[in-house]
């Protein structure tokens, strides 16, 4: 078995190229091993700002079986995504063997962050390969690969200052804001979108002691979020954000990144906010 990886972050790809090419990120890992013979497992890390396909491949790779395993998983990314197959394979650094290893302990630990030593990510991995095992296309070697990355993580987290210093997008986007804010117990905040950032705000927010918390989506899902974060859902964003002293956009939607920005409600005007950002059909070979 040997491990192969594409992957794409905010390092090489603006949010909004991410956001593309991992539209048909849930079904992706199912397509890879199904339709390729030598892939016996791949688990798909997919978030706001990266997007990889970690493989666990029965053949030797060679250079050029690198290059043509590599333009293959791109062309079924492409199919699922929308993008071209030129763009999808420009889109990835590929790597193989221990550089694999590597690189997710580096992403779990938080070391290849966009806020180096932010935690969020470390849950995120440990939900792709559950999200793998649901799907069944794991394997043994990217279960062990996966588990010894998740613990090393908590290691970090818990025995090292970097872990210690609690970073996070969120909480980096918050402490921007922060200064165009009243008191946290006064703020009134809106998040816009329920995906992986809002859960995390809502806690960011709580420990600032911000209690009024509101939510919008497009989507429709502010309903169940608000329920099961216990928080208020809004059916009007331009109403929500003419009486907001704080938004915090969470939303997966193109081209929206996780920030955070702040300024006093205002009467009888807009309200600005300066950009303070925070199937199992195989095929013999390749």
């Known amino acids: 078995m040997v491990l192969l990886s594409l992957t794409a972050s905010h390092r090489e790809l603006d949010l909004d ?21 030598p892939v016996a497992g791949a688990v798909v ?16 790779l060679s250079g050029d ?5 590599t333009r293959h998983v791109a062309e079924l990314v492409a199919r699922s995504s929308g993008v071209t197959g030129d763009v999808a394979a420009r889109s990835f650094t590929v790597r193989t063997g221990p550089e694999v290893t590597e690189h997710l302990f580096a992403v779990a630990a938080g070391l290849d962050a966009m806020v180096v030593g932010e935690r969020e990510i470390a849950g995120q991995v440990k939900r792709s390969l559950a999200e793998a095992r649901e799907q069944e296309t794991t394997s043994k070697t990217l279960e062990l690969l996966f588990q010894t990355a998740s613990r090393t993580s908590k290691r970090v987290g818990t025995d090292t200052e970097l872990g210690a210093a609690g970073r996070s997008v969120v909480a980096l986007a918050l402490d921007l804001a922060e200064r165009e804010l009243p008191p946290w117990d006064g703020t009134r905040a809106v998040l816009i979108g329920t995906g992986s950032y809002a859960g995390a705000s809502v806690a960011a927010l709580r420990a600032r002691g911000c209690d009024d918390i509101r939510v919008y989506s497009q989507s429709g899902r502010a309903e169940a979020f608000a329920e099961s974060h216990g928080v208020q859902p809004v059916d009007s964003l331009i109403e929500a954000l003419a009486d907001a002293d704080l938004v915090v956009s969470c939303s997966g939607a193109r081209g929206r990144a996780a920030a955070a920005q702040g300024s006093p409600r205002t009467s009888g005007s807009a309200p600005r906010w300066p950009a303070t950002s925070a199937a199992r059909r195989r095929s013999p070979a390749w």
Do not use: K, M, Q, W
């Open 17 to 37: 190229a991410l956001e593309r090419l991992s539209t048909g990120s849930s079904s992706v890992g199912r397509v890879v091993v199904g339709s390729c013979g």
């Open 45 to 60: 890390i997919s978030t706001c700002n990266r997007f990889e396909l970690y493989l666990d491949v029965d053949a030797p």
């Open 65 to 69: 079986s690198v290059r043509h395993a």
